[in-house]
């Protein structure tokens, strides 16, 4: 089974910068979607964005377009969410996720995704 880690979580002021990465070991993430998630308490778990298997589709939440970039590492064994001009409003513990094939319309809805990770903080704060 796909195990999932996350890193790069912390501490940054806002407009700061961040870059998360996920990675499974053991796998070539090249056939599956990976997506980025984030939770604050009381609140569902929202997408934020999402890079496709095989075709490399990006996706992302209204809320961080032109602020976040997901990409693919050449050996296709990391995916990384670089995070910048950070507000408050994206405090939350970031989760990623994947499931084996390509993504669509549907890339935010957490029933697609086979395969969580344990989640990274990430606190926008002055």
């Known amino acids: 089974q796909l195990q999932l880690v996350e890193s790069g979580g912390g501490l940054v002021q806002p407009g700061g910068s961040l870059r998360l990465s996920c990675a499974a070991a053991g796998f070539i993430l090249d056939y599956f979607t990976i997506g980025w998630f984030r939770q604050v308490p009381g609140i569902e778990r929202e997408g934020v964005s999402c890079i496709s298997g095989t075709d490399r589709r990006t996706y992302y939440a209204d809320s961080v377009k032109g602020r976040f970039t997901i990409s693919r590492d050449n050996a296709n064994t990391t995916v990384s969410l670089q995070m910048n001009r950070l507000k408050p409003e994206d405090t939350g513990v970031y989760y990623c996720?994947?499931?084996?094939?390509?993504?669509?319309?549907?890339?935010?809805?957490?029933?697609?995704?086979?395969?969580w990770g344990q989640g990274t903080q990430v606190t926008v704060s002055s």
């Open positions: 996720a994947a499931f084996q094939g390509y993504s669509d319309a549907h890339w935010a809805d957490v029933g697609e995704y086979a395969s």
